[in-house]
């Protein structure tokens, strides 16, 4: 019973969902080499995965660092906003009735706030963190208490869609 937990050489498809318990540390590096560094609890799913855009929705949880390369990349969060970035390293951090986007390299990223009565779009910069604080729109799972206890575990390479992405955390989390 319960989530399948990863194994070497497993594959995730498009629109997998990591789902990390309290205080797990987990790095996702998509095949550019472009590292995801994450921390519990947290509820990610890979949305979209293509060789020139990527989607990433996280429900709850730490995007530490993301380190994206030339792959066009928007990170999705409840509250009616994201964040799309290239060539840049992005911080977002998704808790109950907030949201902070952070630009820690590049300058080519881009908050996108489409609740009504917002600012629309707002070019992030380094130092000047972007905070959304409002409840999530929709229903979206925000208690940790929903959160599976961790497991221990070893590095991973797994397929998602065409890319081969390596998770290296200190402890991991089921993928379903």
Same mark, same amino acid.
């Given at each position: ?38 921390i519990g609890?947290?509820? /990610? $799913?890979?949305?979209?995965? %293509? @060789? #020139?855009?990527?989607? *990433?929705? +996280?429900?709850? &949880?730490? =995007? ?6 030339? /792959? $066009?990349?928007?990170?999705? %969060? @409840? #509250?009616?906003?994201? *964040?799309? +970035?290239?060539? &840049?390293? =992005? ?20 908050? +996108? ?6 600012r629309g ?16 729109a929709g ?38």
């Open positions: 019973e319960g989530a399948p937990v990863l194994a070497a050489g497993d594959t995730l498809d498009e629109g997998a969902l990591v789902v990390l318990g309290d205080g797990v540390e987990a790095t996702v590096t998509f095949a550019d080499g472009g590292p995801m560094d994450l609890p947290a509820r /990610v $799913t890979l949305a979209e995965m %293509t @060789p #020139y855009m990527r989607r *990433v929705d +996280v429900s709850v &949880g730490q =995007v530490n660092r993301f380190e994206v390369k030339d /792959v $066009t990349t928007g990170i999705h %969060t @409840p #509250y009616e906003t994201f *964040v799309a +970035v290239q060539n &840049g390293t =992005v911080g977002v951090n998704v808790q109950r009735d907030e949201v902070t986007y952070n630009l820690f390299e590049g300058n080519d990223a881009k908050v +996108v706030d489409l609740a009504e009565g917002s779009l707002t070019v992030l910069t380094q130092d000047t963190p972007y905070v959304v604080t409002r409840a999530p229903d979206t799972p925000m208690d940790s208490g929903m959160m599976e206890p961790a497991g221990a575990g070893n590095s991973r390479t797994i397929r998602v869609g065409q890319r081969t992405v390596r998770l290296t955390p200190r402890d991991r989390k089921s993928v379903v």
